[in-house]
Every structure is written in C-alpha cells, then in structure tokens.
C-alpha cells in the first residue's frame, strides 16, 4: 500500500485527480452543504424538512460531523 501525504505535495502533484469541491477546505465545505441539504428534503419528514431552521441546523451538523 502506497501512502502519500497530501499535505507536502502542491495540487499539480498529486498522483490523481482531484474533484472541483476537493480543491479547497471552503469548497468541499459548500459541497457538503448542498449534499446535506438534498439528503434532509429527500429523508426527513415534511414537518422536519419544511422548517428552515432545523434544515440549517442539521445540515451544519452534517458538515462538521464530516471534519472529524
């Protein structure tokens, strides 16, 4: 198994290709975001969905859930 660490290598570098929204921590973070918040209209219930607040809640839960 070949380890690389990606943190010494410049984006040129890397032995593959990265996806846009890997580019930077902010774009992978707006990424997450959308992802989440697709997922909570398709799975939570309408009364859960419909609510603003919680959409936000829950998708900003998501995305720092992912950062650990």
Do not use: C, G
């Amino acid at each position: 198994i070949l380890f690389i660490d990606l943190n010494r290598l410049h984006p040129e570098e890397y032995p593959f290709h990265l996806h846009s929204y890997l580019s930077s921590d902010e774009n992978e973070n707006e990424y997450l975001r959308l992802l989440s918040e697709a997922l909570s209209l398709l799975l939570l219930p309408s009364s859960y969905s419909s609510t603003l607040a919680i959409r936000h809640l829950i998708r900003e839960i998501f995305v720092f859930k992912s950062k650990l």
